[in-house]
Structures are given as C-alpha cells and as structure tokens.
C-alpha cells in the first residue's frame, strides 16, 4: 500500500514562501514520478509542478520562475518550494505519485489528503 502524507502549508502574505513535503510510504520511491496538483474553491484541480523518476521537472506556466519542486530520495520525500507566493496560490495542495508516470492533464494513481496553503493580500 503507497500512503503519501502532505505537510507544511499554512497562512503567508503575498510575496512570501512556504515549502510543502510530501512523504512517501514505499521502498520503490526513488522509481517514481511524483507531482504536485492544488485545488482552490469553486474551481477545478490544476496542474502544479512534476518530477521524473530521473529528475527531470515541468511547471505549470502560473508558477514557472516562482515554484522549484525536488526529491530526496533517501527520505522518501519530495518537496515543493513556493516563492513570491501570489493570493492566486491559495488553494489545497495534493501529492501525486504513480509508477507509469503522470502528466499535467493525466495525474499519477496515488494522492496524499492534501494541505492548505492560504495566501493574503
């Protein structure tokens, strides 16, 4: 059973950062392609940030230049570092992972619960 655990987000002013992990119950992690989508009210799940199994990443457009995502495959974790974060950013950020890889319009087959990040003006 794959169990991914969201924390790390919370209440920041815009222009300020947050880094969100998502830890992974698996011995296979470091095979897996991991991905970030978030959700805001009254709207539909979006595309966020991905990372390959070999490293490779893609951003949405809305948070190219201001998101990094990364893994630390040792500790089963991939992380989503937020900056210069805009009000637009608020939402429930989940956790995404598959084996078979994932797309921005094709998520992976397993979700974490999600946390929220809430922005400010």
């Known amino acids: 059973q794959v169990q991914l655990v969201e924390s790390g987000g919370g209440l920041v002013q815009a222009g300020g950062s947050l880094r969100l992990s998502c830890a992974a119950s698996?011995?296979?992690?470091?095979?897996?392609?991991m991905g970030w989508y978030r959700q805001a009210p009254g709207k539909e799940r979006e595309f966020v940030a991905a990372?390959?199994?070999?490293?490779?990443?893609y951003y949405a457009d809305s948070v190219k230049g201001r998101f990094t995502i990364s893994r630390d495959n040792a500790e089963n974790t991939v992380y989503l570092q937020m900056n210069s974060l805009k009000s637009e950013d608020t939402a429930i950020y989940f956790c995404?992972?598959?084996?078979?890889?994932?797309?921005?319009?094709?998520?992976?087959?397993?979700w974490g619960q999600g946390t929220q990040v809430t922005v400010s003006s």
């Open positions: 995404n992972a598959d084996w078979l890889g994932l797309l921005p319009e094709a998520p992976g087959r397993f």
């Open positions: 698996t011995r296979t992690f470091s095979s897996a392609d």
């Open positions: 990372i390959r199994w070999s490293g490779g990443t």
